[in-house]
C-alpha cells in the first residue's frame, strides 16, 4: 500500500490562517480538509444587547478589506425592520462604497496573492522586482479604491460617513469628476490584468458544486436588490428567507462554519465567478468584451476562472464608477443623500450585499427600542469552504491520475485555495 500525505500548516498569501490535510492512499484521496484555524471572533454575540446604530460600526470591524459590505449589509437589514426607503442619490452612492471594496480587494488578490502563483514566485517581492511597472501599477489600482472609499465613507477602512437612511457627508462635484478622471486612467490596466491571467495555465476541470449571486432584472447588482440565484439550479430565493434556503453546519477540525444550498444539501461557490455566470449580459461593454475575449462566458464552472472574473469585474468597477461620479456631480440622481427620517420598531430583517469575495447576508432581530436580540452573520469564505474541499478533493484525484509528485500536487492545490480568495478571518466572525 502506498500512501502520501500532505500537511501545509498555515496556506500563504491569503487573508488569514488555514492550513490543508490531503492524505492520499493507493491512487485515492482518502482525506481532503480544509482547516480554519482562526479563533472565533464573536461579532454575533457581541452586538446582542446594542442599539441598532451602533451595530453597523462593530460588524465592520469583521474584516479591513470588506468592511463597507459589513457596514452597508447591517444598514439595510435595520432599514428593513424600520421600512425606511433611501434615496436614488444614497443608492449610487452605497454602490460606489461598495465598489471601492472591489477595486481594494480585487487588485490585492490578484497581484499580491494569486499572480506569484503563475509567475514561479513564493510572494509579491520578486514581481516587484522582475515587473516593477506592473506592481506601481496594481498598488495605483488597490489606492484609488482606497481613495474612493476614503471619500465617500470617511475612511479607506471601517466607513463612518453611512448611516440609516443616506449619508452624513458628500464630497465636491469637482471630487467626483476628479475620482471620475482617475479611474478612467486605471481602465486599460484593468483590461491588460484580464489578458494577463487568462494566459496563465490553469487545470481544466469544473467545480460540481452550485454558484450563488445577487441578481437583479437590468443591472449588475452588488447592492439593492433582495434577490439571490444559484446559478446551476436555477433557485432564486429572496435574502429575507435565506434560512429555507442555506444551513450551516459544523464541523471538528475546522472553526469556520460551512454551508450547503438546502434542498440537495449541495455546495456552492459565492464570488466574482458567480456573479459573471449570472449577470454576464449586465457587465458594461467593456468588460463584457474584455471578458468575452477572455473566453469567459457563462456556464464557466472552473473555480480558477475566478482570478478573471476579478479581473473583469477592476473593468466593470472602473467604467461604472467613473459614470456614477460623473452622474453625480452633475446632481443627474434623485433626491439627496441626506438621512431620511425613520421610527425605531421591533422586527427581523436581512441584509443582502455582494462583498468583493461574494454574498454577504446579515440577520438582526430588534426590539421594540431597536436593541439587538439576535445577530447572524453568513460571510462568503464560510459558505464558500464546503465547496472548496469538494473541489481539492477533485482535483487531486485528478492530478494524481496523471502521476503528478506531491509537490506538484500541493502546489496546485495551495493555487486552487488562494483563486478562492478566502478570508478566513471573515469566516470565524
Not at 462604497?97 to 499580491?112: D, E, P, R
Amino acid at each position: 500500500m502506498t500512501k502520501t500525505r500532505i500537511e501545509v500548516d498555515h496556506v500563504a498569501r491569503i487573508e488569514g490562517h488555514g492550513d490543508i490535510h490531503l492524505e492520499i492512499s493507493d491512487g485515492q484521496v482518502q482525506r481532503c480538509e480544509f482547516a480554519v484555524t482562526e479563533p472565533a471572533r464573536l461579532f454575533e454575540s457581541m452586538v446582542r444587547g446594542r442599539p441598532f446604530d451602533e451595530v453597523p460600526y462593530i460588524a465592520s470591524r469583521v474584516c479591513g478589506i470588506c468592511s463597507a459590505s459589513h457596514t452597508l449589509t447591517d444598514i439595510l437589514a435595520i432599514e428593513r425592520i424600520f421600512g425606511v426607503r433611501v434615496t436614488e442619490r444614497t443608492r449610487a452612492l452605497r454602490q460606489l462604497l461598495v465598489y471601492g471594496s472591489f477595486l481594494q480587494n480585487h487588485a490585492t488578490h490578484l497581484f499580491v496573492f494569486a499572480a506569484p502563483d503563475f509567475l514561479g514566485h513564493k510572494s509579491v517581492f520578486p514581481l516587484a522586482q522582475s515587473d516593477p511597472a506592473l506592481f506601481q501599477q496594481a498598488l495605483g489600482l488597490k489606492a484609488l479604491g482606497n481613495e474612493l472609499c476614503t471619500l465617500v465613507g470617511g475612511r479607506s477602512i471601517h466607513p463612518i460617513t453611512a448611516v440609516i437612511g443616506g449619508f452624513t457627508h458628500e464630497i465636491s462635484s469637482d471630487e467626483y469628476l476628479r475620482l471620475a478622471e482617475k479611474m478612467d486612467g486605471m481602465v486599460d490596466f484593468a483590461l491588460a490584468a484580464v489578458d494577463l491571467f487568462n494566459d496563465f495555465a490553469v487545470p481544466g476541470f469544473q467545480t460540481q458544486g452550485d454558484l450563488l449571486a445577487m441578481v437583479a432584472p437590468d443591472g449588475y447588482p452588488v447592492i439593492g436588490s433582495d434577490e439571490a440565484l444559484f446559478v446551476r439550479s436555477g433557485t432564486k430565493f429572496s435574502a429575507q428567507d435565506v434560512s429555507s434556503f442555506i444551513e450551516e453546519y459544523p464541523v471538528d477540525y475546522s472553526a469556520a462554519f460551512l454551508a450547503v444550498e438546502k434542498e440537495g444539501r449541495r455546495p456552492y461557490f459565492a464570488s466574482a465567478l458567480a456573479r459573471v455566470n449570472a449577470s454576464w449580459d449586465q457587465l458594461t461593454e467593456p468588460a463584457r468584451f474584455a471578458a468575452a475575449k477572455a473566453g469567459l462566458r457563462p456556464p464557466e464552472f472552473n473555480p480558477f476562472a475566478n482570478n478573471v472574473a476579478q479581473a473583469v469585474e477592476l473593468v466593470d468597477a472602473l467604467v461604472r464608477c467613473a459614470a456614477t461620479c460623473r452622474a453625480l456631480a452633475a446632481d443627474a440622481f434623485d433626491g439627496t443623500s441626506e438621512p431620511v427620517p425613520f421610527k425605531v420598531r421591533a422586527g427581523v430583517g436581512v441584509g443582502f450585499t455582494e462583498a468583493p469575495r461574494g454574498a454577504l447576508f446579515h440577520r438582526l432581530e430588534l426590539d421594540t427600542e431597536g436593541v439587538v436580540v439576535d445577530a447572524t452573520i453568513m460571510t462568503p469564505t464560510s459558505q464558500n469552504i464546503a465547496n472548496l474541499e469538494d473541489d481539492m478533493r477533485t482535483l487531486a484525484q485528478l492530478l494524481v491520475a496523471e502521476g503528478r509528485a506531491s509537490d506538484d500536487i500541493q502546489l496546485e492545490i495551495e493555487k486552487l485555495v488562494r483563486a478562492y480568495d478566502p478570508c478566513l478571518s471573515c469566516s470565524v466572525h
